[in-house]
C-alpha cells in the first residue's frame, strides 16, 4: 500500500486487478488500466526459423503444446488425468519448460505410461515463435487456489501466433474475463476434466473451428494488444503526469 501511496502513477494490466488494487489506493485517479502488449512482427502466421529437430510431425496426429513455467500455478493432476483418458486418441501432449512441478510431471509420465506426453526442457527463445506455430493448438489449466492472481502472458503471443487456445479457470479470473471478449478460445470454467477432455476433442476433429479461433485471436491482438499502441499509451500517461 505505501508504494501505491508513494507512486505518482500506478498500472495494472486489466480490471480484476484494478478493482484489487484500487482499494489500497487514497486517490484512485492515479491508478490507470494498460495492458501487456505482444510483438505482433516476432510472433506472427508464419516463420522461416527451422524448428528444433525433437519437434517432429507426425501424419494424422494432433499437437497441444503447452510452454512455461511447470509450478504451482497450473493444475497438472487434471493434464495427467487428461492424458490418461485420451490415450487412444491421434493426440500428444507437450509439455515445455522447467519448474518445481516437473519431477512430479516425469514420475506421474513414467507411472502411468503416458506416451502420449513429451516433456521437453525450456527452448532457445529464438525458436518460441515457430514452436507457437507447430502447435495445432495450445492450453493452460490453472490452479484454482491462484488462478486469480496472475495472467499468463502466453495468451497474447499464441493470439498473435494466429493459434487457438484452450484455458481451464474459473469464471471472471483474469485471463477467462480477458478471452470471453476475444472469441479465440475456449474456456473450461468448472475445472471438469470430461470439459476439458470436450474441448479438447472438439478441436482435434474441427480443423475449421482451429482456423477460425486463431484468425479471431490474431486480428484482436494485432488491433488492441500490439506494441505500438500500448507504448502510445505510456508515452500519454507520462506526459498526463
Known amino acids: 500500500g505505501w508504494v501505491y501511496n508513494w507512486s505518482d502513477s500506478v498500472t495494472t494490466i486489466d480490471v480484476n486487478f484494478y478493482n484489487t488494487i ?6 484512485p485517479d492515479k491508478l490507470k488500466i494498460i495492458s501487456n502488449f505482444v510483438d ?17 510431425k ?3 496426429r494432433i499437437d497441444m503444446v503447452y510452454a512455461g513455467n511447470i509450478g504451482i500455478a497450473q493444475e497438472w493432476d487434471l493434464v495427467i488425468n487428461l492424458a490418461k483418458v485420451i490415450k487412444k486418441h491421434p493426440i500428444t501432449i507437450w509439455i515445455i519448460g522447467e519448474g518445481v512441478k516437473k519431477k512430479y510431471l516425469e514420475s506421474q509420465i513414467k507411472k502411468h505410461e503416458l506416451f502420449n ?8 527463445r529464438k525458436y518460441m ?7 495445432d493448438f495450445h492450453f493452460i489449466a490453472m490452479n484454482k487456489s ?8 502466453k495468451v497474447y503471443t499464441i493470439m498473435s501466433s494466429g493459434k487457438p487456445l484452450i484455458v481451464v479457470s474459473s469464471k471472471e479470473t483474469p485471463i477467462v474475463s480477458f478471452l470471453e471478449h476475444t472469441d479465440a478460445a475456449i474456456t473450461v470454467t468448472n475445472h471438469s476434466l470430461l470439459d476439458f477432455k470436450k474441448a479438447v ?11 477460425t479461433l486463431g484468425v479471431n485471436g490474431r486480428k484482436v491482438v494485432k488491433e488492441k494488444f500490439n506494441k505500438q499502441s500500448i507504448i502510445k499509451k505510456y508515452i500519454k500517461l507520462a506526459e498526463d503526469l
Open 22 to 27: 484500487k482499494l489500497r489506493i487514497r486517490n
Open 40 to 56: 505482433t512482427e516476432l510472433y506472427k502466421t508464419s516463420s522461416s526459423v527451422p524448428l528444433p529437430k525433437v519437434f517432429k
Open 58 to 60: 507426425t501424419k494424422g
Open 117 to 124: 506426453i513429451q516433456l521437453l526442457p525450456y527452448q532457445e
Open 129 to 135: 515463435p515457430v514452436i507457437n506455430l507447430f502447435a
Open 146 to 153: 491462484m488462478e486469480n492472481d496472475g495472467f499468463p502472458s
Open 201 to 211: 476433442l472438439k478441436l482435434e476433429t474441427d480443423k475449421n473451428l482451429r482456423n
